[in-house]
Antibody, heavy 122, light 108 residues
Framework: QVQLQESGPGLVKPSETLSLTCAVSGYSISSGYYWGWIRQPPGKGLEWIGSIYHSGSSYYNPSLKSRVTISVDTSKNQFSLKLSSVTAADTAVYYC???????????????WGQGTLVTVSS | EIVLTQSPGTLSLSPGERATLSCRASQSVSSNYLAWYQQKPGQAPRLLIYGASSRATGTPDRFSGSGSGTDFTLTVSRLEPEDFAVYYCQQYGSSLWTFGQGTKVEIK
């Protein structure tokens, strides 16, 4: 059973960098798939942030690209998100996810973490 | 970047009724990389449909997806109490993923 678990600070100050990690169990990141981050501001819809392949190839939402870095650590079977220069508009539930692109359910998000709320406030 | 527009914003129906949700793309969605998700309060979204019409593992057969190109539909043939939730469409293309703004299906 594939499981994803987000971890990181729940409160970040404005202008600082938000950092989250997603630990994956039940599947080896090195075996394939894209691994991504998706966020949801309180009461609003879903926004894709970016995704990374186990080889390190990464893709980002054009609207966030200048502030986002996603990295992967295959030795720990985890991947991470850094979002710089945060403002209150970055307050959201952040989900990590598995994204097949050449397997069954290609193009979709087939496994999600439970989500973690990050609040940007001084 | 492909923009997805869902309609209606809110659908008020009774259990047992049929629900029809629409998702329109600003450009053609490649290879039918169109998916639908269900989200209940306090939970992560759950994949229902991928490839526009293929049910994900565990999706009841009262859920069906259809469409191609720029127009897609999610149909729930007979609403069960547990189906009242928010539904999102999502597309993948050119290494970018985008979501629609969601349709809330509420109890009338």
């Amino acid at each position: 059973q594939v499981q994803l678990q987000e971890s990181g600070p729940g409160l970040v100050k404005p202008s600082e960098t938000l950092s989250l990690t997603c630990a994956v169990s039940g599947y080896s990141i090195s075996s394939g798939y894209y691994w991504g981050w998706i966020r949801q501001p309180p009461g609003k819809g879903l926004e894709w942030i970016g995704s990374i392949y186990h080889s390190g190839s990464s893709y980002y939402n054009p609207s966030l690209k200048s502030r986002v870095t996603i990295s992967v650590d295959t030795s720990k079977n985890q991947f991470s998100l850094k979002l710089s220069s945060v403002t209150a508009a970055d307050t959201a539930v952040y989900y990590c996810a598995r994204q097949p692109v050449s397997q069954a359910a290609a193009g979709a998000v087939d496994y999600w973490g439970q989500g973690t709320l990050v609040t940007v406030s001084s | 970047e492909i923009v997805l527009t869902q309609s209606p914003g809110t659908l008020s129906l009774s259990p047992g009724e049929r629900a029809t949700l629409s998702c329109r793309a600003s450009q053609s969605v490649s290879s039918n990389y169109l998916a639908w998700y269900q989200q209940k309060p306090g939970q992560a979204p759950r994949l229902l449909i991928y490839g526009a019409s293929s049910r994900a593992t565990g999706t009841p057969d009262r859920f069906s997806g259809s469409g191609s190109g720029t127009d897609f539909t999610l149909t729930v043939s007979r609403l069960e109490p547990e189906d009242f939730a928010v539904y999102y469409c999502q597309q993948y293309g050119s290494s970018l993923w985008t979501f629609g703004q969601g349709t809330k299906v509420e109890i009338k």
